[in-house]
């Protein structure tokens, strides 16, 4: 079977956030098993030297972008039995950041022509391409509307993942003949229309053969008014082809035993490595070096989304227990100050990095007793299932892939992997890091027992690629 991926990002090229983890980690998972793979990304010059200096110039021609003539050069990689190839143009992609330009339609649209045309050229042509979010959403739309009279191309089938349906791709229906080429007919209908805008995410879903969504509560989610941002109606008549898969997590990356930015590495049988990784994070916060006190870790992207307003309402209440609370990230102005204030008023129980230090973020998975991640929705969520590696126990808001990966702690059975609140107030917040913070000072055993459960739980990509090929084989049948 040959898959071809086409992403905007992709670590360890270049990336923001999860889709950049899931399109580094699962093209590689999937060639360990045979899949012949290879991923098309743009080139952005943010690329680190390193990969720049391996890159192979191929060949060069021309997209028809419109009425635009762009040049479109063609890089090739070759990693880790994948093989990547990138497309050059430094007009489009030659900038400081990846996305948020003013032209971003048209440098998307332009990827994706470039992805069609790039295929015979390189002479692979897939049985499955495989694109991702609205970057890449169109090409279902343009293989069977613009491209179906390219015999080679008969045969591909499509699947979209949807791994943040808020991005949708809204632009004007102008588009369609400036950027693309190609008639109004679709747009007139009402078939790539959605509130009088072209929706390059409605195109995907209704021409993609199979749609997934990055965790199976997150596919339910996006099917109502409250999370399906406009396209829920959409998706519940295509949800005979919609399925959730949970994103893995990279286990040679997080790895406890063998992580190179860990003082001391531990493992599930030997955990004295942690106790001492959080002494070691308490002294670089300036934090009082005791083993007994519940450490707290927030590692996040400090917006609304991800849930820091009722954390903020709390902090008072939360500082007046016997606890510990280090926070890492950057985002909303208000939040930022909100935790340097915490910081600066409560200085023997709070700290606050606002910055962003990979270094850091992997001692602060690692060295913590309790992860907080009270995100107010979450497709699948990385950062609850690295802390589950680490040993650190998860407080979050059940839903989408929190829900899937975190076992809420039952006090009568002792089962759980974590701590879970379902109404999203600062109030029930507070109630699921009270039961954690309580079980930790009263009941170590329990504790350690939820630590080894948790430790033990199977995030890797391997049980992911499995059901990404059985997606693969349904649509080929």
Known sequence: MKVLFAAAECAPFFKTGGLGDVVGALPKELAKKGVETVVVLPFYTLMPDKYQAQLEDCFSFEVAVGWRKQYCGIKKLQLDEVTYYFIDNLYYFGRERIYDFYD????????????????ERVDFIPDVLHVNDYHTAMIPFLLKEKFSWINAYQDIRTVLTIHNIGFQGWYSRDILPDLFGMGTERYDDGTVRLNDCLNFMKAGILYADRITTVSPSYS??????????????????????????????????NDPENDPYLPFTFSKSDLSG???????????????????????SVVSRLTTQKGFDLVLAEMDNLLQFDVQFVLLGTGEPDFENGFRHFAQRYP??????????????????????????????????????????????????????????????????????????????????????????????????????????????????????????????????
């Not at 649209?109 to 045309?117: G, T």
């Not at 899937?404 to 002792?414: C, G």
């Not at 379902?422 to 055993?445: C, G, H, I, R, S």
Request: charged share 20%; hydrophobic share 45%; aromatic share 10%.
């Open 104 to 119: 971003d339609g048209e440098r998307f649209a332009f990827f994706q022509l470039a992805v069609i045309e790039m295929m």
């Open 220 to 253: 339910e989610e996006i099917k109502t008014p409250a999370f399906g941002c406009g396209l829920e109606v959409i998706l519940r008549m295509e949800t005979g082809k919609l399925s959730g898969i949970v994103n893995g997590i990279d286990y040679q990356t």
């Open 274 to 296: 942690k106790e001492k990784n959080k002494q070691d994070l308490q002294k670089a916060f300036g934090l009082p070096e005791r083993k007994d006190v519940p450490l707290i």
């Open 348 to 477: 023997d129980k709070c700290a606050a990095a606002i910055t962003f230090d990979l270094a850091l973020a992997q001692k602060m998975y690692a060295a913590a007793d309790i992860f907080l991640m009270p995100s107010a929705f979450e497709p699948c969520g990385l950062s609850q299932m690295m802390a589950m590696r680490y040993g650190t126990l998860p407080v979050v808001h059940e839903i989408g892939g929190l829900k899937d990966t975190v076992i809420p702690y039952n006090p009568i059975t002792s089962a759980g992997t974590g701590f879970g609140f379902q109404d999203f107030t600062p109030f029930n917040l507070m109630q699921a890091l009270k039961q954690a913070v309580q079980l930790y000072q009263e009941n170590q055993t329990v504790w350690q027992q939820l630590v080894q459960q948790a430790m033990a739980k199977d995030f890797s990509w391997d049980q992911s690629s499995d059901a990404y090929i059985d997606v693969y084989n349904q649509i080929r049948a």
